[in-house]
């Protein structure tokens, strides 16, 4: 198939009048007749077994309908990469291990009332006795073994990824210079707009039915389906309108306790609607963050700037539970030595399991952690070296064929040199009198004048690339199917498909690309999207694919359609399930693989100021240089880079969650800041750039993870040129710059 053109439109976003108005209907916004509600009661437990649980108390509060436990769950188990959690805490349950809760945020009742305030009062009269068990919070420690919080696996140790390329000796013997670091990266809260609601109940063809916010509709069916030990097709989900995601609703939150309850209460005789919707702390609390992260490196390099040889271990804090930690691990372990030609890497990269708060998917997906570590180095290498940080990278950057340090070649269509290049003349790099910051002052503290002094402007670079798709051999889908209504002519298009709009406007563009496709006006697309009933399995929404798997599977189901319309079927349907190149996992011993089929590229350059008496920064402009492909709505793209920058901002300079043996102790925006209006970079110069990637659809690449994964480092490459001090922990709180830079003698 000869693909038709599609052009850059950029469009308002398909839901955007819904979202403005307050029309948009999220999960918490669906109020059925004949309501009930329900409340989820937590362990509170780092890790402590379960001894007694009396609910006496609170079935005897008016108003509480039922209250379900662990005993309640057919099948006690739940996972996305393995079945390691269990639904619910407790006693009485067939699944070995789970009377033992292993983090703070486990289930372990859903209390159902006729109020969402009896349904609270009931919750808190739930007495439970618990006996307390050793809390393993630290990742080396837990890593000896000595008390092992999985019995069924064996060690703490949940997974191991090796690298052996090349001959290590020849290559540190052909370095001149020789840098070592040491990186400590936190958690991250999602801080989605809408915490996690839903509402469960039995539909009119007696299925299970949840109406919630995720990003994968049938992992979320099938996961309920197996806990409540009912067939798939017994099992519907459905998104409304869903605030937010980031990788946060990749796993379960209350799909299985809503789906469960709906199938216990019919099993009563009461054929009523639950919904349970939790508060920002609950939020907080109860899903996974971002993994913490240590990486020691070393790099070598000769006096001419090629690098020579890389060693790594790369330790992820899995926390309770796997959730996707060793995907997450997976992609850090390759991005570790960033988008560079390493002829000789031993990389060892572990996820350890703690008592502490599950680690899972985030955009960018362990690539931030990788490309922390590998831009903090290039650019003490370049300093180390006397070679520009971007002369360096142009030096050592992959290249269409070049072999990856999992020893296969990169597919076509790296354009990282480019990238680097365009970022660097848009920031005006070497050119230190076009330093946007030059004369640039700000007050640490807003009812202070600013000490002219104290400030100092720095400029920094990074760059980084992230696959598109699944890796390492996951299987990888997507269906599509379009029906074209009409009788002489094609009067209306309906595109069937599971993609979550999470907020990213994949739904706008998989209308453009379905209109480009049919060869119709965008108003005659209409969308039937995220619905096990009606639409097919998409993959999820995340690891930046769904432009891309979306638009193969939309182009293939459309010349399907068409054949079947010169055919004069009527309607003419056209169904396609897409499936892109295979990859395939690690090898044991020398971590050899094909990694992924699709790559995106990115570079950030950054100006700031810091006031080194306070330790405060102000970032005055951020260049993101992405190459997208191709930009079929340019006005989406620039909002997905100007997201990514704010999040990434945060979690440089600002997010700093606190846990304290095993237990989160900030779990409200009050202490947990993100970043306000006030917080951000005056400026982010959005720099769309468009070379095809040879196998997207229309050229197009994915994008929406990319402008985050190297704003940490490049912040800390222009607070180094700013003050001549390297940081190698992040977040940059003012106390935390501060402190190291009195240990440096500067400021106070």
Same mark, same amino acid.
């Given at each position: 198939?000869?693909?038709?053109?599609?052009?850059?439109?950029?469009?308002?976003?398909?839901?955007?009048?819904?979202?403005?108005?307050?029309?948009?209907?999220?999960?918490?916004?669906?109020?059925?007749?004949?309501?009930?509600?329900?409340?989820?009661?937590?362990?509170?437990?780092?890790?402590?077994?379960?001894?007694?649980?009396?609910?006496?108390?609170?079935?005897?509060?008016?108003?509480?309908?039922?209250?379900?436990?662990?005993?309640?769950?057919?099948?006690?188990?739940?996972?996305?990469?393995?079945?390691?959690?269990?639904?619910?805490?407790?006693?009485?349950?067939?699944?070995?291990?789970?009377?033992?809760?292993?983090?703070?945020?486990?289930?372990?009742?859903?209390?159902?009332?006729?109020?969402?305030?009896?349904?609270?009062?009931?919750?808190?009269?739930?007495?439970?006795?618990?006996?307390?068990?050793?809390?393993?919070?630290?990742?080396?420690?837990?890593?000896?073994?000595?008390?092992?919080?999985?019995?069924?696996?064996?060690?703490?140790?949940?997974?191991?990824?090796?690298?052996?390329?090349?001959?290590?000796?020849?290559?540190?013997?052909?370095?001149?210079? #020789?840098?070592?670091?040491?990186?400590?990266?936190?958690?991250?809260?999602?801080?989605?707009?809408?915490?996690?609601?839903?509402?469960?109940?039995?539909?009119?063809?007696?299925?299970?039915?949840?109406?919630?916010?995720?990003?994968?509709?049938?992992?979320?069916?099938?996961?309920?389906?197996?806990?409540?030990?009912?067939?798939?097709?017994?099992?519907?989900?459905?998104?409304?309108?869903?605030?937010?995601?980031?990788?946060?609703?990749?796993?379960?939150?209350?799909?299985?306790?809503?789906?469960?309850?709906?199938?216990?209460?019919?099993?009563?005789?009461?054929?009523?609607?639950?919904?349970?919707?939790?508060?920002?702390?609950?939020?907080?609390?109860?899903?996974?963050?971002?993994?913490?992260?240590?990486?020691?490196?070393?790099?070598?390099?000769?006096?001419?700037?090629?690098?020579?040889?890389?060693?790594?271990?790369?330790?992820?804090?899995?926390?309770?539970?796997?959730?996707?930690?060793?995907?997450?691990?997976?992609?850090?372990?390759?991005?570790?030595?960033?988008?560079?030609?390493?002829?000789?890497?031993?990389?060892?990269?572990?996820?350890?399991?703690?008592?502490?708060?599950?680690?899972?998917?985030?955009?960018?997906?362990?690539?931030?952690?990788?490309?922390?570590?590998?831009?903090?180095?290039?650019?003490?290498?370049?300093?180390?070296?006397?070679?520009?940080?971007?002369?360096?990278?142009?030096?050592?950057?992959?290249?269409?064929?070049?072999?990856?340090?999992?020893?296969?070649?990169?597919?076509?269509?790296?354009?990282?040199?480019? #990238?680097?290049?365009?970022?660097?003349?848009?920031?005006?790099?070497?050119?230190?009198?076009?330093?946007? #910051?030059?004369?640039?002052?700000?007050?640490?503290?807003?009812?202070?004048?600013?000490?002219?002094?104290?400030?100092?402007?720095?400029?920094?670079?990074?760059?980084?690339?992230?696959?598109?798709?699944?890796?390492?051999?996951?299987?990888?889908?997507?269906?599509?199917?379009?029906?074209?209504?009409?009788?002489?002519?094609?009067?209306?298009?309906?595109?069937?498909?599971?993609?979550?709009? #999470?907020?990213?406007?994949?739904?706008?563009?998989?209308?453009?690309?379905?209109?480009?496709?049919?060869?119709?006006?965008?108003?005659?697309?209409?969308?039937?999207?995220?619905?096990?009933?009606?639409?097919?399995?998409?993959?999820?929404?995340?690891?930046?694919?769904?432009?891309?798997?979306?638009?193969?599977?939309?182009?293939?189901?459309?010349?399907?359609?068409?054949?079947?319309?010169?055919?004069?079927?009527?309607?003419?349907?056209?169904?396609?399930?897409?499936?892109?190149?295979?990859?395939?996992?690690?090898?044991?011993?020398?971590?050899?693989?094909?990694?992924?089929?699709?790559?995106?590229?990115?570079?950030?350059?950054?100006?700031?100021?810091?006031?080194?008496?306070?330790?405060?920064?102000?970032?005055?402009?951020?260049?993101?240089?992405?190459?997208?492909?191709?930009?079929?709505?340019?006005?989406?793209?620039?909002?997905?880079?100007?997201?990514?920058?704010?999040?990434?901002?945060?979690?440089?300079?600002?997010?700093?969650?606190?846990?304290?043996?095993?237990?989160?102790?900030?779990?409200?925006?009050?202490?947990?800041?993100?970043?306000?209006?006030?917080?951000?970079?005056?400026?982010?110069?959005?720099?769309?750039?468009?070379?095809?990637?040879?196998?997207?659809?229309?050229?197009?690449?994915?994008?929406?993870?990319?402008?985050?994964?190297?704003?940490?480092?490049?912040?800390?490459?222009?607070?180094?040129?700013?003050?001549?001090?390297?940081?190698?922990?992040?977040?940059?709180?003012?106390?935390?710059?501060?402190?190291?830079?009195?240990?440096?003698?500067?400021?106070?």
């Amino acid at each position: 198939m000869i693909p038709s053109p599609i052009s850059s439109h950029s469009l308002p976003r398909v839901d955007a009048l819904g979202k403005v108005t307050g029309q948009a209907c999220y999960p918490g916004d669906i109020t059925p007749n004949n309501l009930l509600h329900g409340k989820v009661l937590f362990s509170g437990q780092p890790h402590a077994r379960m001894i007694s649980m009396d609910l006496s108390a609170a079935l005897a509060l008016p108003g509480v309908v039922a209250i379900f436990t662990a005993k309640d769950v057919p099948n006690n188990e739940y996972g996305l990469i393995m079945p390691d959690q269990p639904v619910m805490v407790g006693l009485g349950s067939s699944k070995p291990h789970s009377d033992v809760s292993l983090w703070e945020g486990d289930h372990v009742a859903v209390i159902v009332a006729e109020t969402e305030l009896a349904a609270a009062q009931a919750r808190d009269k739930i007495e439970i006795e618990w006996e307390q068990l050793p809390i393993v919070t630290d990742v080396r420690e837990a890593m000896k073994d000595e008390i092992i919080l999985h019995p069924w696996h064996g060690s703490n140790i949940l997974h191991k990824y090796q690298i052996r390329k090349g001959d290590m000796a020849a290559g540190w013997a052909a370095a001149d210079v #020789v840098v070592e670091g040491s990186y400590t990266l936190p958690y991250q809260e999602h801080a989605y707009l809408q915490p996690e609601a839903g509402l469960g109940y039995i539909d009119e063809e007696g299925r299970v039915t949840i109406e919630i916010g995720g990003q994968w509709t049938y992992e979320d069916q099938e996961q309920v389906a197996h806990a409540l030990g009912l067939p798939a097709d017994q099992i519907r989900i459905i998104y409304p309108a869903i605030g937010g995601a980031f990788g946060g609703r990749e796993d379960m939150s209350l799909q299985i306790v809503l789906g469960l309850a709906a199938l216990r209460l019919q099993e009563r005789g009461i054929k009523r609607p639950l919904r349970i919707i939790w508060s920002r702390e609950e939020s907080i609390v109860g899903h996974h963050k971002r993994h913490r992260a240590v990486v020691h490196t070393k790099w070598g390099a000769t006096k001419e700037g090629m690098i020579t040889a890389v060693s790594s271990e790369l330790i992820l804090d899995s926390g309770s539970y796997a959730y996707t930690s060793t995907k997450v691990l997976g992609n850090a372990h390759l991005m570790v030595t960033g988008p560079y030609v390493i002829p000789n890497a031993h990389l060892d990269s572990y996820a350890v399991t703690t008592n502490n708060v599950p680690g899972g998917a985030f955009r960018g997906f362990g690539g931030p952690q990788g490309a922390f570590a590998a831009e903090n180095q290039m650019n003490k290498l370049a300093e180390k070296l006397g070679i520009d940080p971007v002369e360096l990278r142009l030096k050592n950057v992959l290249h269409d064929g070049s072999i990856l340090t999992v020893q296969s070649p990169m597919p076509p269509g790296v354009s990282i040199d480019q #990238v680097i290049e365009r970022c660097a003349a848009e920031i005006g790099w070497g050119d230190s009198n076009q330093l946007s #910051v030059n004369g640039h002052q700000f007050s640490s503290i807003q009812s202070l004048i600013a000490n002219p002094q104290s400030l100092c402007h720095g400029r920094g670079i990074a760059c980084s690339f992230k696959n598109v798709g699944f890796s390492f051999g996951a299987p990888e889908r997507c269906e599509a199917t379009i029906a074209l209504h009409g009788q002489r002519e094609i009067e209306r298009v309906v595109l069937y498909h599971g993609a979550a709009e #999470v907020g990213q406007g994949s739904h706008t563009v998989l209308k453009q690309m379905a209109a480009a496709a049919v060869g119709v006006d965008i108003s005659q697309v209409e969308l039937v999207m995220s619905d096990t009933a009606t639409s097919g399995d998409s993959g999820s929404v995340s690891a930046s694919r769904m432009t891309w798997m979306a638009g193969n599977s939309i182009r293939g189901a459309a010349e399907k359609a068409l054949a079947a319309w010169a055919s004069e079927e009527r309607p003419a349907k056209g169904y396609v399930r897409f499936t892109p190149p295979p990859t395939t996992g690690y090898a044991e011993e020398t971590g050899e693989c094909m990694p992924n089929f699709a790559y995106g590229y990115v570079a950030e350059a950054v100006e700031l100021t810091v006031d080194v008496e306070t330790g405060h920064i102000h970032v005055d402009k951020v260049v993101c240089a992405n190459d997208v492909g191709k930009a079929i709505n340019p006005m989406l793209i620039q909002g997905q880079i100007e997201g990514a920058v704010v999040q990434a901002h945060g979690y440089s300079l600002m997010e700093n969650l606190w846990v304290e043996n095993g237990r989160i102790r900030n779990p409200f925006f009050s202490q947990y800041l993100i970043p306000g209006i006030k917080d951000i970079p005056d400026h982010v110069e959005s720099v769309i750039m468009e070379i095809p990637d040879p196998i997207g659809p229309w050229g197009a690449r994915g994008m929406a993870e990319m402008p985050f994964m190297p704003l940490a480092p490049a912040i800390i490459a222009a607070l180094h040129d700013a003050t001549g001090v390297w940081f190698d922990e992040i977040p940059l709180t003012p106390a935390r710059v501060v402190a190291k830079l009195r240990e440096h003698g500067i400021g106070g």
